[in-house]
């Protein structure tokens, strides 16, 4: 029996080519790519940027890297920019925070890839629910979600 989510609804109505990966939740991005048998430079964290009152952005950070506010800032053309609590990311999403996607949002808002994800044959993303992940296609990707392809991110420093 395959539960279905909001995000796996909506990709079905795209009509792109994807998988389903279902995973016990992971404690780290690492451990989620382990799971899923990906790269972790292939494994997408949406995080949801607030830039004004009722307007956010979704930006697709890859794992081994870290969202820089500056490239942002700069990306958006705006001086501020902020993190939504979960209460806040769960209202203009309808999403619970770690398992936030684009893909049956409840408001389509714009979304930015992170350029160094492009050299995967295969993207994972959040599929609406703790441990739902939607593998497909870069191009595919960002072509169903309109998505700028731009460099946003640096390198996570190593762990001790």
Do not use: C
């Not at 705006?78 to 408001?107: C, H, Q």
């Not at 309109?146 to 946003?152: E, I, L, N, S, T």
């Amino acid at each position: 029996m395959t539960k279905t989510t909001r995000a796996t609804d909506a990709i079905d109505a795209i009509g792109i080519p994807y998988r389903v990966v279902r995973t016990e939740r992971a404690g780290s991005a690492a451990e989620s790519a382990a799971l899923q048998g990906v790269e972790l430079g292939a494994l997408l964290r949406t995080i949801v940027v607030r830039r004004g009152e009722d307007d956010y952005v979704f930006v697709l950070v890859p794992g081994g890297r870290r969202f820089d506010w500056p490239k942002v800032r700069a990306r958006l053309g705006v001086k501020r920019l902020s993190l939504p609590d979960a209460d806040e990311a769960r209202e203009v999403t309808g999403y619970e925070r770690g398992a936030i996607t684009p893909f049956g949002a409840t408001r389509a808002w714009p979304v930015i890839v992170d350029a160094s994800a492009m050299g995967h044959d295969t993207m994972a993303i959040g599929g609406g629910a703790h441990g739902v992940n939607l593998h497909l296609a870069p191009a595919d990707l960002v072509s169903a979600l309109g998505a700028q392809v731009v460099d946003v991110t640096v390198p996570e420093p190593p762990t001790a």
